[in-house]
């Protein structure tokens, strides 16, 4: 009698299953018209997990949680099963990869997607943390996998299952060709294992993600989906039904107007600072620099250098650029009230990233501080425009001087 697991077939955990039982001649069938966040939360489904999590399958004996052990579980419905290895230390080094598979990369590949996916707090320090810790392992099953075909031994094992389950999440959503690049054994034994008939059975044709997806708002979590759907798994599965609640419709509100818009009027007409600085293409300490500070109304306005308190983290080019990226991405609330340059400096990591800001008022607004959580990730100072030096920073901030303060640019970045 075929074995009854819960799940919905778009749900890579449940793939360890299917494909163990693939190698091993098991009948494991998919509940059927399963639909994620209501018949996982039955409670019959509770009885059987507590967490409400899925997979679970049922067995003759009562149901098991938990993808690992539920692939363990299929592997050893078959006696002698050379998924599990044949001896006792290619046993041990099975269950060391499958550990590996699940604490050192599904849980750091989580770590960088589930966030920006809009599933928990997206922060750039935990991201920075969640990459370089990936890669350690990366670093490592890639040494591995330069003189090994498989994990263990010369065939598959469950512990190719896991680990190709796992990576299968992160070049489906996250490990784009760029990043994973780095890792060619890495990609040649992934690209291998999915294409073996017991992995294709149920993963289909599988493709990698072209780009890190953008950081989501977390203000509405969405699970998030595993990459394509795969083939049809013995019984039919259900379709994952969108998880989206409709939302309720609002009449509009008068917008309130900006403090920034009370203010008395300035001489300073950012437009045409913007303008200016755009059009200038050469000389531009002669006519953008002067035409700033003869433009500058320190009533009006005011000048802040930024610092990134994280510094040491920056330790990845392309996410220290993607990291400034999305900053720039979320002050555009503030582009009628402000200008800034954001400089990535260093040929090396780490990168400093640091900046200049000008904006509306004295103050840093209080809407921006409020709304753009980026900015209690930089130590803000106000420029002191009677201090020479401070000055001439400013203007070297603004025309991208290299080298800056002695070190290269690895970029600069204007908001306007
Ligand atoms: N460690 C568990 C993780 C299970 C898990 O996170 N399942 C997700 C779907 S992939 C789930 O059921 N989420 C629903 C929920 O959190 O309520 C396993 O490997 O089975």
């Given at each position: ?26 009948e ?22 507590p ?48 550990d ?14 589930y ?30 996998l ?20 796992n ?21 040649r ?9 017991n992995?294709?059975?149920?993963l ?38 969108a ?7 609002e009449?509009?509100k ?5 403090p ?8 300073m ?17 002669e006519v ?55 400089l ?10 640091q ?62």
């Amino acid at each position: 009698m075929a074995l009854v697991l819960h799940a919905g077939c778009t749900n890579k955990n449940a793939f360890k299953a299917l494909i163990a039982a693939e190698y091993s001649g098991v009948e494991v069938e998919l509940v059927k018209d399963f639909e994620m966040g209501v018949s996982n939360k039955t409670p019959e489904f509770l009885k059987m997990n507590p967490i409400g999590k899925v997979p679970v399958l049922e067995t003759p004996d009562g149901p098991v949680f938990e993808s690992n052990a539920i692939a363990r579980y299929v592997t050893r419905v078959k006696a002698d099963n050379p998924l599990y290895g044949s001896s006792l230390i290619e046993y041990a080094h099975i269950e060391q990869w499958i550990d590996f598979a699940s604490m050192e990369i599904d849980a750091n590949i989580s770590r960088w997607l589930y966030p920006r996916c809009g599933f928990m707090v997206y922060l750039p320090p935990a991201e920075e943390a969640a990459i370089a810790a990936l890669k350690r392992a990366l670093d490592a099953l890639n040494t591995h996998l330069a003189s090994n075909t498989y994990l263990v031994g010369h065939s598959v094992t469950l512990a190719d299952i896991i680990m190709t389950c796992n990576l299968y999440t992160g070049f489906g959503r996250i490990l784009t060709k760029s990043f994973t690049s780095e890792f060619p054994h890495i990609e040649r034994y992934f690209w291998t294992l999915v294409n073996q008939p017991n992995f294709q059975k149920i993963l289909g044709e599988v493709k990698q993600v072209e780009s890190i997806p953008p950081v989501q708002s977390t203000k509405k979590p969405s699970q998030p989906k595993e990459p394509a759907k795969p083939k049809e798994v013995k019984k039919e599965a259900a379709p994952p039904k969108a998880e989206e609640a409709a939302e309720e419709e609002e009449a509009p509100k008068p917008k309130a107007k900006n403090p920034l818009d009370l203010l008395p009027p300035s001489k300073m007409i950012l437009d045409e600072w913007k303008r200016l600085y755009s059009n200038t293409k050469t000389n531009f300490r002669e006519v953008a620099i002067k035409g700033f500070w003869d433009m500058f109304d320190p009533e009006g306005y005011s000048l802040w250098f930024c610092d990134y308190k994280y510094n040491d983290e920056n330790t990845v080019s392309f996410v220290t650029l993607n990291k400034v990226g999305g900053f720039l991405q979320r002050m555009d609330l503030a582009r009628k009230y402000a200008f800034g340059k954001m400089l990535i400096i260093g040929s090396e990591p780490p990168f400093k990233v640091q900046g200049l800001w000008l904006f509306r008022g004295t103050e840093i607004p209080q809407f921006i501080i409020d709304e753009c959580y980026d900015m209690e990730l930089y130590e803000w100072k106000k420029v002191d425009i009677n201090d020479e030096a401070q000055k001439e920073r400013v203007s070297q901030m603004i025309e991208d001087c290299e080298p800056f303060e002695g070190e290269a640019l690895l970029d600069a970045k204007c908001f306007k």
